[in-house]
Structure formats: C-alpha cells, structure tokens
C-alpha cells in the first residue's frame, strides 16, 4: 500500500482544551528498541497520547504496529531485551512513571492502572485456582480477610456474568472456556477500581453477544467511578462504539489520531482508509454435486462429571458439553460451527478429531473409523489432520524457535528426505501464512499475538493435511489480516482440496469463508444450513440474537 500522506502528525491531541476533563495520563515520546538477533528492532517510535479521566481512547492498528508495547511501556511490563528512549516521558496522575523504582511500580499497578491482557491462558496461573487468583490481588493491595476477599471475588464474577460464579472460584483456568477466561482476567483487572483500565484487545477470545455485555460493562464501570479507559483492538465496529478519541498506529508510529466521530467520518491517512475499508468480504465457491464425506460423527456425546461442595462433602454432577451431534463435512467444504462461549463448540471439534474422549457415538475420518482408535492408532492419521486452536501462545512451545516448532511435525512424521528439504517446507508455509521466511531462528514471545496465530497456521500447512479444525484462527488478527488469511485458506482449499471445520464466534468470518454453519447452544444444535441462509433468515430466537450482535455491537 502506498503512503502519500507525509505531513507530520501533532503530539496533542485535535481535542485539546474543549472538553475539560482532567488530564490523568500524558505520554510523551514513547521509544522502544529491542535487542534481536541480527540487529536491533524499533518497536514503538515517538508515540505521544494524552488520555482523561473518564473517557477512551482507542490504540488501532495491524498487529505487529506496537500498540501493545506502547501500553507495556506505560505500565512498565517490557522485557529485559528492550531499550526505552530516554526521550520517553510517562506522567500518570503527577507522577513521573519512568523515575519510579519496582517497588513503586508495583504498588502502581492494579491500584491506579490495571492491564487485562490478550491471551488469558497465558496470564492465568494454571495451578490455583479461580477465586484463590483473584483474592491474592485483593489481599495484597487491601488487606482484605479471607472471607470478604472470597465474597468480593464472588460479587466480581457476577459483575462480569460468569454463570455459576460460586462454582467456578473453586475451578482452575483449564475448566473454563476461552471467554471465560478472558472474564475472570476482567475482574481481577477490575478488582481495586483503578483509574485507568488498559484492556488490550479485552474481547478477542469472547462471542459476539457477550462482547457487547463486557464492553458496556466496562463502559458502565467508567462512568460511575470516573476511570479512563485505554483499548488496544482491531475491531473497528468496538472502536466506533466505545471510543471517544483514536491513534492509529502502524510500524510502530502514530500515523493520524482525531476524535472517533472526525476520523471515522473523514480519515485523512491512506493508511486510515485502508483500515477503514477492510473488512471480510465475498462467499465460499459453490461446492460440486455429490462430494465424499471426508469427517462424519454420529450422535457423538461429552460428559464432565464436575465436583461441588466441600471436601467432607463432596456433591458431583455430570455437564454434558455435547448433546448427541451428528455432523458431516464433504472434502472442499467449509463448515462454520458458532455459539456463545461455553457453547460446546471447541469440545465438539475436538472429540470429533480424536483430542478428547468422547463418552458415546461414532466418529469416521475418510470412511475409516476412529471412534475406536486409541492415542497410538491415531498417530499415522495425525499428519492428514491437523488444528489451529485458538490461543497461539500456549500452543506454541516458548523455548522453541520458529523453525523448530514448525519443522517437529514433519519430523515426527517422517515428511521430508533431508534437513535442507525440510527447512524449504517450513520457509513455504511461512510464506504462504503470511510470515516472512527469514524469522526460523526467532521465538514466539518475539511476534504480536496475530503474528503469533499466523506462525500456528503456517505449522498445520506445512504438512499438507486434508483437514483442519480451526478453532478461532482470527480471533487475535486485525481486520486487514484477516482478510489475507481468510484468502489464504480460501486458495489452499482450492489447491489441496482441503476440507475445514471452522469455530468461530465472528460471524462476519463465516459469511466470508463458510459453505455451511452450525448454531450450538449448551452442547446442542439449535439451527443450521447454507450460510445465508442461516444469517439472513434466522428461524431461532437464539440465532437472531448473535446476528445482531454480530453487525451491530451496540445492539
């Protein structure tokens, strides 16, 4: 894309003095370099924001423009690795944030600004659990006892509609779904009221519906205790609805910023319209008549036996997560599987590729059955099926290299004559993800989160598989990326005659990409057929609804 836009871009804000509000964080001439191999890495170049209190700002831009290293800077949570300008000036409520020492930044932190991050897997201590998680934060910066630590963690999880909230502060993050997660993250960030919330990308991992209830959440919440908000996201349906002044970034610089209204209604930078003008488009191609069933279950079943109660008196339950589904996916096609977090969708797909158990049914890849199959039988089929799941920093193993991590599976698969052919294999699928294919020596904590999910596709394809479960593939990438990813499957479906199972909770993603779609709700099928015809007509009550909040998030 061409930039024909060079005027240079003011450190203040067009707003400047017209809404009177006071001034509760001023960012001046943010820098920050990091230490790679073979050289050096302007992350983040003379970025300066200036936020208020009581309103949002939104940071926008494609991953990898260093809106998150920004507000990593603002919170003093970078790496060893990086180097930040000594031009950088960070002043929170009067207090200059860069002269402070750890102990103060600590004592900052969670009391006068509080960060919910992008991945909740990853931020979420595997070994305590819920409610131990998020009385530490109380205990340690209110003193709190046990007991009214545990009844404030309660009121939190409602506040952020958990289901069940006191079941779940006795469960650990394993046991709740992505967007469950991604709420627990929100209470516990929400936990001491700070002044400034830093939500970076807060609803990448949450369905459509809910994302509106977060989001308006978190709205509610700033305007009864006056807190400012700054949202790092792609979705610019969330930036139009919840911001009130946006900086676009991109390799790391502001290229334009205005009030949300000014700049969505006339953007003056090319690279601002870009942003502005993508969004998924197109349709699946029409499938031949008479297509093989590559993926068929029947009747597949999940139970949960769940524990309640105490430890004398232990109460255990059984959650079916899948009700008895039936499902068949013809080779070429594409079939969308959506529903509120929870749904059973991610359980659904895994069972029917044979990473979970199922408790009844029966499974059948390519005609053969595998219901039957147990971890080892699997192992010859695994290189013809492969999964993208949803969160690309707990799937991808941090202390291996880019090379090493998509280079295993061909390894363990036996695909590829020598070390020289394989590295080919693995530069190809870097670049048919979209990667450059000079990174094998890199890790994964060293890309943006969408950079990251594209790592995880490039490893799936690089085994040229006939089918893949992509559970979430672009809930973590911006809208422009987005489209190169859904054109990207969209061509190796055509080449390879691959077959997809997408989970996805972004409607706007399955019109573009899917030939069918499912609708769950609590482990059930609800409504399904021809994508259009789903999301134009919606014959449930259920279906309308997630349409709705799809297209229009403030519904």
């Known amino acids: 894309m061409t930039d024909s836009y060079t005027a240079p871009v003011s450190d203040d804000r067009a707003d400047l003095g017209t809404h009177g509000r006071e001034l509760i964080l001023d960012a001046r001439n943010i820098g920050v370099d990091f230490k790679v191999e073979g050289g050096i890495v302007k992350a983040v170049r003379d970025v300066s924001f200036q936020l208020h209190r009581g309103e949002t700002i939104a940071l926008v831009g494609e991953s990898g423009s260093g809106k998150s290293v920004t507000a990593r800077t603002v919170m003093r949570l970078l790496t060893k690795r990086a180097r930040i300008s000594p031009r950088t000036r960070i002043t929170m409520s009067g207090k200059n944030i860069m002269a402070l020492g750890d102990r103060q930044m600590r004592k900052l932190r969670g009391n006068d600004v509080a960060m919910i991050f992008q991945e909740p897997m990853s931020s979420l201590n595997p070994v305590y659990t819920v409610g131990q998680q998020i009385c530490e934060i109380l205990h340690l910066h ?72 977060i989001l308006n959440l978190i709205k509610d919440l700033k305007a009864k205790y006056g807190m400012a908000v700054i949202l790092i996201t792609h979705d610019l349906t969330i930036v139009r609805q919840f911001s009130d002044y946006v900086y676009v970034m991109q390799n790391g610089e502001v290229k334009e910023h205005n009030r949300t209204e000014d700049l969505f209604a006339s953007p003056v930078h090319a690279y601002t319209r870009h942003l502005l003008a993508s969004e998924p488009k197109g349709a699946a191609k029409p499938l031949p008549e008479g297509g093989e069933t590559v ?59 044979r990473l979970i158990a199922n408790n009844g049914g029966e499974i059948f890849f390519d005609g053969q059955s595998i219901h039957d199959k147990d971890r080892k039988q699997m192992r010859p089929l695994r290189s013809r099926i492969q999964i993208v ?41 870097l670049r ?94 609800v409504e399904q057929g021809p994508v259009n015809d789903v999301l134009s007509h919606p014959k449930t009550d259920y279906t309308a609804r997630l349409v709705r909040a799809a297209f229009d998030i403030a519904a």
Do not use: W
């Open 142 to 213: 209110n003193r709190m006892s046990p007991a009214a630590a545990t009844a404030r963690a309660r009121e939190l999880l409602e506040e952020v509609q958990i289901p069940e909230p006191e079941a779940r502060l006795r469960q650990y993050p394993h046991q709740l779904s992505g967007g469950q997660r991604q709420r627990v993250m929100i209470a516990m960030a929400l936990a001491n009221l700070p002044d400034i919330l830093i939500a970076d990308e807060p609803t990448t991992a949450l369905d459509v519906t809910v994302q509106a209830q």
């Open 432 to 525: 048919d993800a979209g990667m450059p294919d000079t990174i094998l020596s890199r890790f994964p904590h060293e890309f943006s989160g969408g950079q990251r999910q594209r790592i995880a596709i490039a490893r799936a394809i690089a085994l040229e598989p006939e089918f893949i479960l992509l559970d979430e593939p672009t809930s973590a990438l911006d809208l422009s990326v987005q489209a190169q990813i859904i054109e990207l499957l969209r061509k190796l479906q055509d080449e390879k005659g691959l077959s997809y199972l997408f989970i996805s909770h972004d409607l706007k993603v399955v019109r573009a990409l899917c030939h069918r779609v499912m609708v769950m709700q609590y482990g059930k099928i």
């Open 389 to 429: 799941f949803q969160d690309p920093y707990a799937s991808l193993n941090p202390r291996m290299s880019i090379r090493q991590i998509i280079e295993e599976g061909l390894i363990v698969n036996g695909i590829g004559a020598t070390s020289a052919e394989r590295v080919e294999r693995v530069r190809q699928a």
């Open 295 to 353: 993926l068929e279950g029947r009747d597949v079943r999940v139970v949960y036996t769940l524990k309640r109660g105490g430890l004398f008196r232990p109460n255990f339950m059984d959650l079916v997560a899948v009700d008895s589904l039936s499902l068949g996916l013809k080779r070429h096609e594409t079939l969308g599987l959506v529903g509120e977090s929870g749904s059973g969708k991610t359980t659904f797909g895994q069972a029917l590729i």
